[in-house]
């Protein structure tokens, strides 16, 4: 991740967003627009321990915390998925960030059983970056336009309304791809609304452009929001986690509230009117 020449420090506004890195490694995708630097093997077991999450939970009990959200690399696969499902949803809504790749009837009936356990309501967030199954496979693997798709389908009959996030990799305009998502789930039985369609742009992590951050005050960043736990601290936001110049802090008893936009990501946060990683539930239908 490159350095850019000078850095802005962005606030903590609201503590309304708990990220929570259910594992940075494990995932059973290696898509060319990552953010994440995979290693070689695909097997990776770096998991958050349960007792982690239990703590945080309850330091952070006297926050007003809207969502939690479950991300990763893929957060479906952690071995404790469903117990810290279960956790969090005694705390707030959460948001699942996922792509889709396991849940089928079966799963996303179980999904809903545990929703109704709670008082609170799961969200998600679906990974599938373009309308053509040749072009999101391509940044994908084999199969993944198809796992996508076929989860959305499931989470719909048991009525949930699953957000449909897009990295524009292939840099197109908005509204053509908002128009033909929304004809490729009318054909699925999904009548998704905009605001079911996050398009986000594409971070090319092997960019050697050098820029600034220079004004904050139009964008919605995730660090003025939120914070991302993860198995060795806390981050300013989830592209930053693991980098020392995202860190807060050990936990949530005590951590930093400032975050200073030092990195090349940081540029691409700062040039949008949307969170890249949090939902903008003024938005949210």
């Not at 958050?48 to 969502?67: G, S």
């Not at 452009?209 to 806390?234: A, M, P």
């Not at 200073?260 to 938005?283: A, Q, R």
Request: aromatic letters at 10%; proline letters at 4%.
């Amino acid at each position: 991740m490159n350095t850019i020449s000078k850095s802005v420090m962005a606030e903590l506004k609201s503590f309304d967003n708990l990220f929570i890195e259910m594992s940075a490694k494990s995932c059973n995708q290696r898509c060319k627009h990552c953010y994440i630097n995979f290693p070689s093997s695909k097997k990776v077991e770096d998991f958050i321990n349960i007792e982690i999450v239990q703590n945080a939970l309850n330091d952070t009990k006297m926050r007003d915390i809207k969502c939690i959200y479950l991300t990763g690399a893929e957060p479906m696969t952690h071995p404790d998925f469903n117990s810290i499902l279960r956790l969090c949803l005694k705390k707030s809504d959460v948001c699942i960030c996922t792509s889709g790749f396991n849940i089928n009837e079966k799963k996303a009936r179980f999904l809903k059983k545990v929703e109704g356990e709670s008082n609170n309501e799961i969200i998600f967030k679906i990974s599938i970056d373009h309308y053509d199954e040749i072009k999101n496979d391509n940044i994908r693997y084999r199969g993944a336009f198809r796992d996508a798709v076929f989860a959305v389908k499931h989470l719909v009959k048991h009525d949930f309304s699953p957000i449909i996030t897009v990295t524009n990799y292939y840099m197109e305009p908005e509204n053509a791809l908002i128009h033909k998502f929304r004809e490729l789930f009318s054909s699925v039985g999904y009548d998704v609304d905009n605001s079911h369609i996050c398009i986000n742009p594409w971070y090319d992590k092997n960019s050697s452009t050098c820029i600034e951050v220079d004004d904050i005050s139009n964008s919605k960043l995730d660090c003025q929001y939120g914070r991302i736990l993860t198995k060795n601290g806390v981050y300013s936001c989830p592209f930053l986690a693991g980098d020392y110049r995202g860190r807060c802090g050990s936990d949530f008893k005590d951590f930093a509230s400032g975050s200073p936009l030092e990195t090349s990501c940081c540029v691409i946060c700062s040039k949008s009117d949307k969170p890249m990683f949090g939902i903008n539930f003024p938005d949210f239908e």
